[in-house]
């Protein structure tokens, strides 16, 4: 009991309410984003593309939102950006309920994205702010690790809803982020947080731009990681209609595949990261790229039970060997005094998941869907060209750093 305490203890409390509303709020979004494309697909039957422009609306919208939502919150500091983006979502998910035409779906899911990258990374700075550096990166993994219980709970919930009404998934989701909201303002209301602790260091997006423009090893692993999320999006958003069309069990399969991926995130994050320590960052992100690039061509295989949880075990895989090490990479890239600006740079490995769902939803539209993640693996592949470039071009900078000494 002492040691549970302690442990609870280090943390300050707005940290603990701040993981938990993770845990609810990404089982509840799971529990519906996912299916947001089979329910337009029923509901509305537009067409693939449309769907994938709605779907990549909220990514696309996230790219801005993560500049936008920085200068906010240090203009007027977390908590209001903060409660504002947490009421807005619960508007956003209650008009889903409401929604009957492709606009409403389109503006609403633009405003999710928008006030999602408000809502992230200044919760995550908020997390910073209110605990000791030796245990920031303890609490960032805590985060990791309560995104995906939240991601392996909703899908199955929202397989049932899915199959029986979507529009109570999308009120529940809205409840949860009411109820978030409310215990978030009490707690911070009650808890009194300092003017330090309210501070924040924010990149402009003239700085990001600035920042892509000039360091070249930057852009090309912000063009392979885009790349990467072309064919990681698809997963919610092609990969759904596509089982649902051409297997029997469609729905559920594709929930029991997202349970699958994020508990292999959740046990296989910390073992599969030792081994990956082992090898070198750029051979971390080649390894990942290949195994990803494996789970997408499965996908498009795919015939039962078997083929498509190998699959998803494959780019699984990937995911977890790619996403820490670019990161990683980001972080090696930055120099000491510019890490701030070199992250709010890397918002714009969103435009992927923005492409993505466009691009795999016209394939998908005038090919069939095994050719549409054949096409789609092939550009995740293209990834390990443009890593390997921008390694090549890191080495390079420090040897002529090196050598003007």
Not at 104 to 116: K, R
Not at 186 to 202: D, F, H
């Amino acid at each position: 009991m002492t040691r549970i305490k302690q442990y609870i203890g280090q943390f300050h409390p707005i940290v603990w309410v701040l993981l938990l509303g993770t845990v609810l709020t990404r089982g509840s979004a799971f529990m519906t984003l996912p299916f947001l494309s089979i329910y337009l697909s029923r509901n509305l039957e537009l067409s693939p593309i449309v769907i994938g422009i709605t779907v990549g609306m909220s990514p696309l919208m996230g790219t801005v939102g993560g500049f936008i939502g920085g200068h906010l919150s240090d203009r007027f500091g977390r908590k209001p950006i903060m409660l504002t983006a947490l009421f807005t979502l619960t508007l956003v998910y209650f008009g889903f309920t409401i929604a009957n035409e492709q606009i409403w779906f389109i503006l609403l899911n633009a405003i999710n994205g928008l006030c999602t990258s408000f809502f992230e990374p200044t919760s995550q700075a908020l997390m910073a702010d209110l605990t000791e550096k030796t245990k920031r990166m303890k609490v960032y993994s805590l985060r990791y690790t309560a995104i995906n219980i939240g991601a392996s709970v909703g899908p199955l919930l929202g397989a049932y809803f899915a199959n029986t009404s979507a529009k109570v998934s999308f009120a529940i989701t809205g409840s949860t982020y009411l109820l978030y909201a409310i215990v978030l303002l009490w707690i911070m209301n009650k808890l009194v947080i300092s003017n330090e602790a309210a501070a924040k260091k924010v990149v402009s997006a003239a700085d990001a731009f600035k920042i892509i423009k000039t360091d070249k090893a930057l852009r090309y692993l912000l063009v392979g990681i885009i790349l990467i999320n072309m064919g990681y999006s698809q997963i919610d958003s092609n990969l759904p209609q596509y089982l649902e069309k051409s297997v029997e069990d469609g729905v559920v399969i594709f929930s029991v595949l997202l349970t699958i991926n994020a508990v292999m995130v959740v046990f296989l994050q910390m073992p599969i990261s030792h081994i990956a320590e082992k090898i070198s960052l750029m051979q971390g992100m080649v390894f990942g790229a290949i195994f990803m690039t494996a789970g997408l061509i499965g996908f498009s295989f795919i015939n039962g039970w078997v083929t498509a949880i190998i699959a998803m075990v494959l780019l699984t895989v990937g995911e977890i060997l790619i996403f820490p090490a670019n990161s990683m990479m980001m972080d090696k890239l930055a120099p000491e005094h510019l890490r701030g600006t070199y992250f709010g740079a890397g918002q714009f490995r969103k435009i992927g998941h923005f492409f993505g769902p466009i691009l795999g939803g016209y394939l998908l539209s005038h090919i069939q869907g095994q050719f549409m993640f054949l096409i789609i693996s092939l550009v995740t592949l293209a990834s390990i060209i443009f890593f390997t470039a921008g390694n090549k071009t890191f080495i390079q900078s420090i040897t002529v750093k090196a050598e003007s000494f």
